[in-house]
């Protein structure tokens, strides 16, 4: 960042090259399979772009993005609907029970089926915490980023990053205790 604020075009390509899966990752981690996702890592270097001039290197460069990147997920999660789907209108064609048929060679499509309840569960309890929690847990979780660091993305102080991530954990295990006491029973 330091070489292209002194001129050197061709490091903002290398920031590019080298940041945009994680911003990528990031998103994805904290929004979800959303098809925005590859619009908002342009609009997080189009911010970088607008920052140039400002930019000051007083943290970590990956700290700092990560701050932006955090602004624009909470920004969209906060424009956007929340997504809804009715299953009275999956068929509208009603012509009675749909035939069941089983091959013995083929895994148990209900196994399948049960695991991808439990992922979707998973997605929807994390996508369900508060934002400044969900992005402390991404960024400790996936990012193995330090305590101190999220603090600085989040602007907050290392105790109270410690204290969202634990509420996190807490909130994530409450959503999820159904599925955790069919694992234990």
Same mark, same amino acid.
């Given at each position: 960042? /330091? ?10 390509? !290398?920031?590019?090259? %080298? ?9 994805t !981690? ?9 619009? /908002? ?11 140039r ?51 013995? !060679? ?8 049960? !695991? ?12 369900? /915490? ?6 402390? /847990? ?25 204290s ?10 409450t ?8 694992? %234990?029973a």
């Amino acid at each position: 960042m /330091l070489a292209w604020q002194g001129g050197d075009d061709a490091a903002f390509e !290398r920031l590019v090259e %080298t940041h945009s899966g994680q911003v990528y990752a990031l998103l994805t !981690r904290f929004l979800g399979m959303h098809p925005a996702r590859e619009d /908002l890592v342009q609009e997080v270097f189009l911010r970088v772009v607008r920052a140039r001039e400002r930019y000051e290197h007083t943290a970590k460069f990956t700290t700092w993005l990560y701050r932006i990147v955090f602004n624009i997920a909470v920004n969209h999660t906060q424009r956007r609907p929340p997504a809804t789907a009715s299953l009275d209108s999956a068929r509208d064609d009603d012509d009675g029970p749909i035939p069941q048929v089983r091959d013995e !060679r083929m895994a148990d499509p209900g196994e399948g089926m049960e !695991r991808q309840d439990v992922v979707d569960a998973v997605q929807q309890a994390i996508n369900d /915490l508060p934002e400044n929690q969900r992005m402390a /847990l991404v960024l400790a979780k996936y990012e193995d980023m330090p305590y101190l660091q999220i603090a600085d993305v989040l602007g907050s102080t290392e105790k109270a990053i410690k204290s969202l991530v634990h509420r996190a954990r807490e909130n994530l295990r409450t959503a999820l205790a159904p599925w955790l006491e069919g694992e %234990t029973a």
